[in-house]
């Protein structure tokens, strides 16, 4: 599967697109980010980039979120489920040894989102998102707001219709 527009106006709704880098605001230094949530190995203090970087990084960086989904996820997805879980990998992670992820936790096991999710209870997998929301952090609202609106994506709504329910819910 692809991720539709719905599904990338709500990424792109939630993650800014920043020219310039800038440190985690959880850690205040690593990772550093830019563009559109990009980060990883040659990210850090006082990159700049083009609009086309930061658009041609977008992209690579939803084609390779799709190929995790699609390589991951083994039950069947309407088109919305698909870009709400896209969009969670965006920006939590798949996860790997060091870091808890949405595919992997630290101890190699699937979180509790794929394993509801792959043993067909789309109905845990839903209520699964609520969890990754970081508690007492500086993001925990605007993680909050971002998870139901993915959570509006997977029911079918669309990205701005998601949204708007997701500040109706938390709003400022």
Same mark, same amino acid.
């Given at each position: 599967m692809k991720t539709s527009a719905e599904g990338l106006a709500l990424i792109e709704h939630y993650e800014d697109d920043r020219l310039v880098s800038y440190p985690d605001p959880k850690t205040g230094g690593a990772p550093w980010t830019i563009g559109k949530g990009a980060t990883g190995p040659g990210i850090g203090p006082g990159l700049?980039?083009?609009?086309?970087? $930061?658009?041609?990084?977008? /992209? $690579?960086?939803? /084609?390779? =979120?799709? =190929?995790?989904?699609?390589?991951?996820?083994?039950?069947? *997805?309407?088109?919305?489920m698909f870009d709400a879980m896209v969009s969670i990998v965006f920006n939590v992670g798949p996860g790997n040894a060091n870091k808890d992820g949405i595919m992997r936790l630290k101890n190699g096991k699937p979180s509790t989102l794929l394993r509801l999710l792959n043993a067909g209870d789309y109905q845990g997998a839903y209520a699964q998102f609520a969890v990754w929301i970081s508690p007492g952090s500086s993001v925990e609202l605007g993680l #909050? #707001?971002? =998870? =139901?609106?993915?959570?509006? *994506?997977?029911?079918? *709504?669309?990205? #701005?219709?998601?949204?708007?329910?997701?500040l109706a819910q938390f709003p400022r």
């Amino acid at each position: 599967m692809k991720t539709s527009a719905e599904g990338l106006a709500l990424i792109e709704h939630y993650e800014d697109d920043r020219l310039v880098s800038y440190p985690d605001p959880k850690t205040g230094g690593a990772p550093w980010t830019i563009g559109k949530g990009a980060t990883g190995p040659g990210i850090g203090p006082g990159l700049i980039w083009s609009q086309q970087q $930061s658009d041609d990084r977008f /992209a $690579s960086d939803v /084609a390779e =979120r799709e =190929r995790i989904v699609n390589a991951t996820v083994k039950v069947t *997805l309407e088109q919305g489920m698909f870009d709400a879980m896209v969009s969670i990998v965006f920006n939590v992670g798949p996860g790997n040894a060091n870091k808890d992820g949405i595919m992997r936790l630290k101890n190699g096991k699937p979180s509790t989102l794929l394993r509801l999710l792959n043993a067909g209870d789309y109905q845990g997998a839903y209520a699964q998102f609520a969890v990754w929301i970081s508690p007492g952090s500086s993001v925990e609202l605007g993680l #909050r #707001r971002r =998870r =139901r609106a993915e959570q509006g *994506l997977w029911q079918g *709504l669309t990205a #701005r219709d998601a949204i708007a329910v997701a500040l109706a819910q938390f709003p400022r």
